[in-house]
T-cell receptor, first 116, second 108 residues
Framework: DAGITQSPRHKVTETGTPVTLRCHQTENHRYMYWYRQDPGHGLRLIHYSYGVKDTDKGEVSDGYSVSRSKTEDFLLTLESATSSQTSVYFC???????????????FGPGTRLTVL | GQNIDQPTEMTATEGAIVQINCTYQ??????LFWYQQHAGEAPTFLSYNVLDGLEEKGRFSSFLSRSKGYSYLLLKELQMKDSASYLCAVYSDYKLSFGAGTTVTVRA
């Protein structure tokens, strides 16, 4: 299994507060991704990174920012949390060099965030 | 834009076969993935198709037709542990776009 962890695993916060979720990998994979998963919507990409300090938006990026200052860590920040951001957040990693043609993504255990 | 459709739920009996269909209309295509996700857990990789045809991996097989925008995942000799959600995802430009997932329930 890919060495990928997420912290915290559970968090309850109040509307308007800032929240940062951390994804940490020990696989030296180049690509890192943040998804949210909600009933009826499946997994939706928030932001992704293709290298240190190189990030781009996904399909649901509004209200979220990311940072990647070193290969192993990818941070997701909710600047001012809203109830619509209550969700399960998954981090994933991949690397086309080590994975070959498949370039499959490996997922972390997830963070359950509740915004009251 | 991306449009990926798969059935919401399917139920089958232990030992039987189930086929989960996935149709897609996407702006780019570099392959199609299937993931399995048990309740409360992370998705795990099952299969990847980039060329037309059938890929077999033990009890699981996946088929792709690029001209029809169609894939299916075939689960044979169903076991209780196969009760899970199965996610179809289109790969393009190093990103995955997922369908909403199909929940498969295996009954004894």
């Amino acid at each position: 299994d890919a060495g990928i962890t997420q912290s915290p695993r559970h968090k309850v916060t109040e509307t308007g507060t800032p929240v940062t979720l951390r994804c940490h990998q020990t696989e030296n994979h180049r690509y890192m991704y943040w998804y949210r998963q909600d009933p009826g919507h499946g997994l939706r990409l928030i932001h992704y990174s293709y290298g240190v300090k190189d990030t781009d938006k996904g399909e649901v990026s509004d209200g979220y920012s990311v940072s990647r200052s070193k290969t192993e860590d990818f941070l997701l920040t909710l600047e001012s949390a809203t109830s619509s951001q209550t969700s399960v957040y998954f981090c994933a990693i991949s690397d086309p060099v080590t994975s070959g043609s498949a370039n499959e993504q490996f997922f972390g255990p997830g963070t359950r965030l509740t915004v009251l | 834009g991306q449009n990926i459709d798969q059935p919401t739920e399917m139920t089958a009996t232990e030992g039987a076969i189930v086929q989960i269909n996935c149709t897609y209309q996407t702006s780019g295509f570099n392959g199609l993935f299937w993931y399995q996700q048990h309740a409360g857990e992370a998705p795990t990789f099952l299969s990847y198709n980039v060329l037309d045809g059938l890929e077999e991996k033990g009890r699981f097989s996946s088929f792709l037709s690029r001209s029809k925008g169609y894939s299916y995942l075939l689960l044979k000799e169903l076991q209780m542990k196969d009760s899970a959600s199965y996610l179809c995802a289109v790969y393009s430009d190093y990103k995955l776009s997922f369908g909403a997932g199909t929940t498969v329930t295996v009954r004894a």
